[in-house]
């Protein structure tokens, strides 16, 4: 099992300098990956629904800063060598997507193919409508951005413009085949995984983890009977859990399950934070 380290690109204290810090920091203890998260703008007030707090409420001061992840996966891209360079998770439908593209693409190279591209619908209504989405329909908008991207990545885009189709070169391309993960436990996203053929990143913290990722899988796997045509490879499953602390009693059983890497934070505010928390994890799970 591997594991990556969340990176604090948002809250009162991050800056450039901070992150890039953290990064190195993981890496020297042996992280195989390190992630960070995403919000274009925070709202003064909100009706939407925070489906991973207590009571449906952010847990955050919206008035903090969130570093934009695209921009600092470049950085990450030049003070780091091995590790994996990921998103969890990236709102893919605040992006347009052929920007978007050429994004990921640039820093695929700039990183010599280290990018794992975590994407989510989105929860907050407020922030898509201020970019012009629609909430009612931001899985769609997620698939369309998904796929134009995939097809700019093949180097040429055909657009349908309004005197007729015409073919747009998209270089640079990726160094690879760009990992994509799709977030959240819903049936439209077992579905669309299943479908599509995107990996999986759960978020669950805790007790019953194990038992969540297993339902989950069979729920993909049902899908797949059901839409697939049996040649896609299994999805790649990477959790984002939280603490070690937390997470370590259901690593064993988060292997066993098929779970491939858990994002842990790093305990980047103690001097050998990092290395503990990647300690107890890896110990908690080869202890079955």
């Not at 009571?55 to 950085?75: H, K, S």
């Not at 050429?102 to 407020?126: F, I, M, N, P």
């Not at 038992?211 to 899908?223: D, Y």
Request: negative net charge; aromatic residues 6%; hydrophobic residues 45%.
């Amino acid at each position: 099992m591997r594991f990556g380290a969340k990176l604090r690109n948002y809250g009162a204290g991050a800056t450039m300098a901070s992150v890039l810090d953290e990064a190195r920091r993981a890496e020297e203890v042996g992280f195989d990956s390190v992630w960070l998260s995403d919000h274009l703008a925070m709202p003064e007030r909100s009706s939407s629904w925070y489906p991973y707090g207590t009571d449906g409420t952010i847990d955050w001061d919206a008035t903090e800063p969130w570093l934009e992840p695209m921009a600092v996966l470049a950085a990450l891209a030049a003070v780091t060598e091995r590790p994996r360079l990921g998103t969890a998770v990236l709102v893919a439908p605040l992006r347009e997507p052929v920007g978007f593209a050429k994004q990921v693409a640039c820093v695929t190279q700039l990183s010599g193919g280290r990018v794992v591209l975590g994407v989510g619908d989105g929860w907050l209504q407020e922030e898509l409508e201020l970019v012009g989405g629609d909430f009612g329909t931001r899985r769609e908008r997620t698939d369309e951005v998904l796929a134009t991207c995939r097809a700019a990545w093949s180097g040429v885009l055909v657009a349908r413009l309004p005197a007729g189709d015409l073919r747009f070169f998209t270089e640079p391309r990726p160094t690879g085949e760009v990992p994509v993960l799709l977030g959240g436990d819903s049936e439209a996203a077992f579905r669309r995984i299943a479908l599509r053929g995107y990996g999986w990143l759960p978020l669950h913290r805790g007790e019953g983890a194990a038992g969540a990722v297993r339902r989950g899988l069979e729920r993909i796997s049902s899908w797949r009977r059901r839409v697939g045509d049996g040649t896609q490879r299994e999805p790649e499953v990477v959790l984002n859990a939280g603490h070690a602390a937390e997470i370590a009693p259901e690593l064993a059983a988060l292997a066993a399950a098929g779970v491939h890497e858990v994002l842990i934070d790093g305990e980047f505010t103690e001097d050998d934070g990092p290395r503990r928390a990647l300690e107890l994890a890896r110990d908690a799970a080869s202890s079955a």
